[in-house]
């Protein structure tokens, strides 16, 4: 199309913290409205905020495993709003001086491993929520979420494509996952993403003016609001018009982002050095504590997968996409023994399961010894290939173990040799016609010479005997 789009990802992760960031009131979320609130999450007057260790250490711990720099000296400020949801009137961030600076992810795309660099990540406390009613013509507001901890991730604009941008979240979030210090659940707000974009003519090194985008709720609603954030302004630069910096609501419901009114736009924050709290200082000793109790992460996962289990990368890759997916497949081959038939059976049968109920691995009915189970069955030669299919879909619905399944339906492959030796002789003198055209060079007829095999045996004979005998019949 001549342009290409340049986008940029701010992130806002909720920490796995039992307390709130500045006060002891609970982080839990789904409680009653305004059940965990106190004077220092609702900013009464004479309140003093006390800064939570653990939340700066889960904050440490991101900025660690996306290479950040550490400054050794942050400061919190405060972030000068009025907003129903903002009781003291200002949010508790960091501005000019974050907790990290310039660190980088790297994704897998199309084109091979693309890094994403970071300009910087910092803590902030959340605000809380309002809660419309149309029904009832009415709002209210939890204060629950006020003060809970946020980490802000912030890219330099990297990010080329929407997908690219999902693969980052995705990646992101996976990594908040597997360090266990956030939830990363897009639909209950506990991982949120604005995005600024433009686009700029192909070759051109300068920046287009850019749109900032808000209220995208899934990965789903940000790629669609990408989407069409990219053909809108599209439209406007190739009918020659400008495109306007403004903030936009994506409207999910419609499909479309509108501009918010302009008196809600670009605040006055009126930033400020937080006068509650002292600076922030990280002593290099807890750092290094951190650093050594760091989890081994996905590309460090994903490297090891390949060099210890001999893995293809795509399948290294989409096995440590989430921490309990790659768990399951090390149980699974710690008794199995055979790597590429248990990353096979995971990626195709067991993951199309677990899609089509959208189920995560830890809620799979089937343990990964049972699907080891099964496939020892197939190493043994007891089941076909095929039959397994058929009994992992019942193992999933019924939650039954292979053994079972293939034993109350007399599913057991026919692997004596005698037996199929003699089916086959009977479809040879079936099919005298046949024979004769495979004779004569027709040799593709291979082909209904074992359907009628399988149809005798109800697909129980051990195909790999089949063949063979079967040829040598023929050859006869
Ligand atoms: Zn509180």
Redesign the pocket.
Known sequence: MGYEAVIGLEVHAQLKTAS?I????STTYGAEPNT???????GLPGILPVLNKKAVEYALMMALATHCHICSESRFARKNYFYPDLPKGYQISQYESPLAEHGWIEIQTDHGTKRIALSRIHLEEDAGKSIHSDAEDLSSIDFNR??VPLIEVVSEPDISSTGEAATYLKKLRSILRYLSISDGNMEEGSFRCDANLSLRRKGIEGFGTRTELKNMNSFRHVQKALEYEIGRQLDILESGGEVIQETRLWNENEGKSFAMRSKEESPDYRYFPEPDLLPLVVHQEWLDVIRENLPELPDEKMKRFIDQYGLPRYDSHVLTSSRELADYFELCMRETGDAKMVSNWIMGELLRELKRDDREVQDCPVSPSALADLLKMIKEGTISRKTAKDVLKEMYREGKSAKTIVKDKGLIQISNEAQIASIIEQVLRGSPDQVDKYRKGKTQLVGFFIGQVMKKTHGKANPRLVNEILKRALEE
């Open positions: 709130k500045f006060c002891g009131c965990h609130a106190c004077p220092i999450c609702l006020c003060g």
